[in-house]
């Protein structure tokens, strides 16, 4: 039961990584491949405020979405002043930089990661009340993805990528959105890291690199990117995957090129075979 | 005549080693209609570039109203109430007739995601407010009946006049009209040339761009005829067309 508690707190975390990429990059059109560090952001923040100086986890989550959406505006502000592309590029040194920035921060656990960070639930319903918790959560977020993109703010959404500088010549400012969708996007990231970091109670660097990103990615695309639901059927597939594979018992040495031979094989089939996803509709529907 | 809503001042503007507009003094009144003309390449859509802040000018300043315009964005330019219609067109092509003529409003809060989630009522106002204007504006021009459809589904006069009610939208006091007439004739021509003529009428600065000469003279107060990003000759429409050198680079010597 245990076991199947985590497989779903993680679809539930994956689901807000997902939806919230897909807000950047299916809906915003922004190409960013930072996402995982903002999860780590505020994972870290809220864990230390928490660990450190006894902020109420609540809180500590809270303020961990919010810093990660700030740090985000530093990433977001000067490259988009430049160029779309100049995105891409600023955030793998955005992510690959704060990785070793943590590696070296002694109080944040260098290294070897975090430890004994403080659990959101006690008692022996925590793993039912955190994944009622997540799920929620997700579902919240997924909403919220929706809102934002449909209706009023997905109509300026919509007609800023159609055309960004007619957009502008009729008085609406592109940078403002993009940099609001941003870091909407980014501080969601940082919820679905904070909960990550109060329920599985450890962290490390490791676990934010290139591959992070090259997973969430492959939700994205393989679910249906620019689509409300695709997020959650790449969460839910991408998770449910590897976990799948875990029963075949091969030995670990083989288990992670498997897995990344999977996500990798995964986006280009997709992309050839099925490039809206598969929530998405069809070419020429 | 009132004061200038346009004033452009000594505006220089080269794309590497191709001057596309030097020393350019112009000044669009309130409620006049002025013409621009000039061969393909003159300079004429550039300068609705410089002044719309699609292009920054090398050197020289344009002026709405008495406030420089030089490091103000696209966005704020639009926002002072600078609108403008594009020669081909540009319009949205995801969105609706109606969601296209919802993007022109220069002061609309949908996009402003605080009043959104704190002024939900005063947002939904506005909101209703602005749909109702496109509904007159859609009403004015004969294209009710298109609201929902998408541009591509229109024929493209209907298209052309879907471009001039979106810059209608602005409410500002100047227009820009890029080629208006290009590819237009009949019902659609005649819309076009009233909607032009009210909007002059209600107060605002219109400038055109255009080839068509009879709509230049039905319209127009003054001209202003460019050649090779300079302004060759400007004075009222009968003065230049009866001109030779207008005549010579223009016409190419058959007037």
Redesign the interface.
Known sequence: MEYIYSVLILIGIYTIMAASFNLIIGYGGLISIAHPIFFALAAYASALLNLRLGVPIPLAILIGALFSAGMSVMLSLPSLRVSGDYLLIASIGFQLGFIEVIKNIEFAGAASGLTGIGSLYSGPTRSLAFTVTVLVAAAAVVWLVHWLTHG??G??I??MR??E??????????M??KI?IFAVGSGLAGLAGALYAHYFQFLSPEQFGIVQSALILTMVVVGGMGTTLGPIVGALLLTALPQAITFLNMPPSVMAPVQGMLYTGLVLVFLFVRPAGLVGKKAGQ | MSAAAIRVVDVRKHFGGIVVAENINLEISAGEILGLIGPNGAGKTTLFNLI?G?HAPDGGEIFFRDQALSRL???RR??LGI??T?QNI?L????SVL??L???????P??A?FA?LFQPGA?RAA?HAAQARAEAVLARIGLEGARDKTPGELPFGQQKLVGLA?TLM?DGEVLLLDEPMAGVEGQVYETIKQVVRDEAAAGRAVCVVEHNVSFIRDLCTRAVFMFNGRIEQSGTVEELLASDKLAELYFGGKK
């Open positions: 009023e703010y109509r300026a919509q007609a159609d055309d500088e007619c957009f502008a010549s009729l008085g609406r400012n592109a403002a959105i609001t | 719309s699609i964005s696209v966005y639009a926002r609108a403008r594009w540009r949205f092509p995801t969105l969601d296209n919802l993007m022109g409003p220069r002061h609309y949908g996009e995601l959104a947002r909101a979106r602005n």
